[in-house]
């Protein structure tokens, strides 16, 4: 099982909880999976080509997917993935 970190204004899809377990190879299967789990999600995090949308951050083992394979990064059991919303303001 993979555990995934779910940001406080993605937490009503997910029933509260901050924490869930999914599985799946790859991010973009992880995500598939959740949002089967907690309809409502793939749509907050992809944007309507199933690119993630620019102001979410993924995270596998604290390691930004970015620097990785973006989506296609392999997840394998005891991953911690986290999700992250950007943060902007300032003056």
Do not use: W
Not at 55 to 66: G, H, K, L, P, S
Request: aromatic letters at 4%; one cysteine or more; charged letters at 30%.
């Amino acid at each position: 099982m993979i555990k995934v970190r779910i940001p406080t204004p993605l937490r009503p899809l997910t029933k509260g909880q901050g924490e869930v377990e999914s599985q799946g190879g790859s991010v973009e299967e992880m995500i598939n999976l959740l949002d089967s789990a907690h309809p409502g999600l793939k749509g907050r995090l992809c944007d309507d080509k199933g690119e993630l949308r620019r102001f979410v951050n993924i995270y596998v083992n604290e390691e930004d997917i970015r620097f990785l394979q973006g989506k296609a990064t392999t997840l394998k059991d005891g991953d911690e993935v986290s999700i992250v919303p950007a943060i902007a303001g300032g003056r």
